[in-house]
């Protein structure tokens, strides 16, 4: 996704002249691409100053009291939302890979993963579909980082338990089972070393594999 | 990391206050701007920094890093409300009082900060300028710009990035500040 960079919509977003459905994309883009974020982070910052020229104007007494109400009244619940940036940036990233049924699965799986969110938006990556092995394959595809720090694998429907392996010429190392979440069945993958072949088994039968490149 | 953007950033009242504490009039004249009624403005305010704040990205920048997006999130939040009430004739008389830059002694927000625009904006080329005027003193859309300059769509877009990036290199970023 990261080849699809936001463009001059990196200035147009912080005017509000986006449509609710660009807007989205870039907030969601910025959250996964750094140099977009930084773009656009210079475009808040003109933006910020265009509006040294607006006339001044002074809050009331009310507001203040008011935005302190809200914020005493609602539950400190750090981990609820904090991670909700980088869970909507995974499901953005599964959307385009037309993972749509996955993406809400995902948020929530995510947002008990921080480690997982915070390696997943800091990354650049890539994606990769798993080619069928079996008469009765499971559709899944594959993020990772170009950098080889991470990989996560998605499965639609698995059908029973999934046990992922990495595959080379000399041996294959078990990568371990993919976990249910919902109508789908994820693995997050912090390899010490670049993993180029992985293949997806289920009941000890091949059914799914992909090639990795970076 | 700045003491305030990390309170913000961990969800701290103490972050949301001391963040309307300084920045919550130009937060307010950037709705005001947008939408004239004072309480829907102010609505605007609060809905914005306290979405924001309940949800906060994993904020990295500095302090004015986080003022420019809040700002952005406020304007944001005005525009979503004027289009959705419809509010087609605040927006025209919005229009109406067009580049509160071209009238130099009226008050600013930050009058140095608005002579400093008033010299950056004067030394973009005019098709630039008028558009990027139009769009944020103007509030209105690449649409409305487009018919009212008679230009392409695509132009408009590029002449509104073009203007913001020499913006950005004049107004705030190190290597390009003359002042």
Same mark, same amino acid.
């Given at each position: 996704?990261?080849?699809?960079?936001v463009g001059e919509d990196a200035e147009l977003y912080p005017l509000?002249?986006?449509? #609710? #459905?660009?807007?989205?994309?870039?907030?969601?883009?910025?959250?996964?691409?750094?140099?977009?974020?930084?773009?656009?982070?210079?475009?808040?910052?003109?933006?910020?100053?265009?509006?040294?020229?607006?006339?001044?104007?002074?809050?009331?007494?009310?507001?203040?009291?008011?935005?302190?109400?809200?914020?005493?009244?609602?539950?400190?619940?750090?981990?609820?939302?904090?991670?909700?940036?980088?869970?909507?940036?995974?499901?953005?990233?599964?959307?385009?890979?037309?993972? *749509?049924?996955?993406?809400?699965?995902?948020?929530?799986?995510?947002?008990?993963?921080?480690?997982?969110?915070?390696?997943?938006?800091?990354? /650049?990556?890539?994606?990769?579909?798993?080619?069928?092995?079996?008469?009765?394959?499971?559709?899944?595809?594959?993020?990772?980082?170009?950098? *080889?720090?991470?990989?996560?694998?998605?499965? #639609?429907?698995?059908?029973?338990?999934? /046990?992922?392996?990495?595959?080379?010429?000399?041996?294959?190392? #078990?990568?371990?089972?993919?976990?249910?979440? *919902?109508?789908?069945?994820?693995?997050?993958? /912090?390899?010490?070393?670049?993993?180029?072949?992985?293949?997806?088994?289920?009941?000890?039968?091949?059914?799914?594999?992909?090639?990795?490149?970076? | 990391?700045?003491?305030?953007?990390?309170?913000?950033?961990?969800?701290?009242?103490?972050?949301?206050? $001391?963040?309307?504490?300084?920045?919550?009039?130009?937060?307010?004249?950037?709705?005001?701007?947008i939408i004239s009624d004072r309480a829907d403005a102010e609505d605007?305010? %609060?809905?914005?920094?306290?979405?924001?704040?309940?949800?906060?990205?994993?904020?990295?920048?500095?302090?004015? &890093?986080?003022?420019?997006?809040?700002?952005?999130?406020?304007?944001?939040?005005?525009?979503?409300?004027?289009?959705?009430?419809?509010? %087609?004739?605040?927006?025209?008389?919005?229009?109406?009082?067009? @580049?509160?830059?071209?009238?130099?002694?009226?008050?600013?927000?930050?009058?140095?900060?608005? $002579?400093r625009l008033q010299g950056a904006l004067a030394r973009l080329p005019?098709? $630039?300028?008028?558009?990027?005027?139009? @769009?944020?003193?103007?509030?209105?859309? $690449?649409?409305?710009? @487009?018919?009212?300059?008679? @230009?392409?769509?695509?132009?408009?877009?590029?002449?509104?990035? &073009?203007? &913001?990036?020499?913006? %950005?290199?004049?107004?705030?970023?190190?290597?390009?500040?003359?002042?």
């Open positions: 996704m990261t080849e699809h960079h509000g002249l986006l449509d #609710d #459905d660009a807007a989205r994309n870039v907030e969601l883009h910025i959250a996964l691409c750094s140099a977009c974020a930084q773009r656009v982070a210079q475009a808040q910052a003109v933006a910020a100053s265009l509006a040294a020229a607006l006339p001044p104007a002074t809050p009331s007494p009310a507001l203040e009291r008011r935005l302190r109400e809200s914020a005493r009244s609602q539950p400190s619940a750090k981990s609820r939302a904090s991670l909700f940036p980088f869970a909507l940036a995974a499901a953005f990233a599964l959307a385009l890979l037309g993972l *749509g049924w996955q993406t809400l699965v995902l948020r929530e799986r995510l947002q008990s993963d921080d480690v997982a969110l915070v390696t997943m938006v800091h990354s /650049h990556f890539n994606h990769v579909s798993m080619a069928p092995e079996s008469a009765n394959p499971v559709a899944a595809k594959i993020l990772y980082a170009r950098d *080889g720090s991470w990989i996560y694998i998605i499965a #639609d429907k698995p059908g029973g338990a999934l /046990h992922a392996f990495a595959r080379t010429s000399a041996a294959t190392t #078990d990568l371990g089972v993919l976990a249910r979440s *919902g109508e789908a069945a994820t693995l997050l993958l /912090h390899p010490r070393e670049r993993i180029r072949s992985i293949v997806l088994q289920r009941a000890g039968t091949n059914v799914a594999s992909a090639k990795l490149t970076y | 990391m700045d003491e305030l953007v990390e309170a913000f950033a961990e969800r701290r009242p103490l972050g949301l206050e $001391q963040a309307y504490a300084l920045w919550s009039p130009l937060f307010l004249s950037v709705a005001r701007h605007c305010v %609060h809905d914005a920094l306290l979405r924001v704040w309940r949800a906060p990205n994993r904020f990295s920048g500095n302090r004015e &890093m986080l003022k420019a997006y809040l700002a952005t999130c406020v304007r944001n939040e005005a525009l979503t409300t004027l289009r959705r009430e419809s509010r %087609h004739d605040a927006r025209a008389l919005k229009a109406a009082r067009l @580049a509160p830059v071209s009238a130099v002694d009226a008050p600013s927000v930050d009058p140095v900060e608005t $002579q005019e098709e $630039q300028r008028i558009a990027l005027m139009l @769009a944020y003193y103007g509030n209105k859309t $690449q649409v409305e710009i @487009a018919k009212e300059v008679d @230009a392409p769509l695509g132009t408009i877009k590029s002449r509104i990035s &073009m203007a &913001m990036r020499k913006l %950005h290199t004049e107004l705030v970023s190190p290597e390009g500040s003359r002042w």
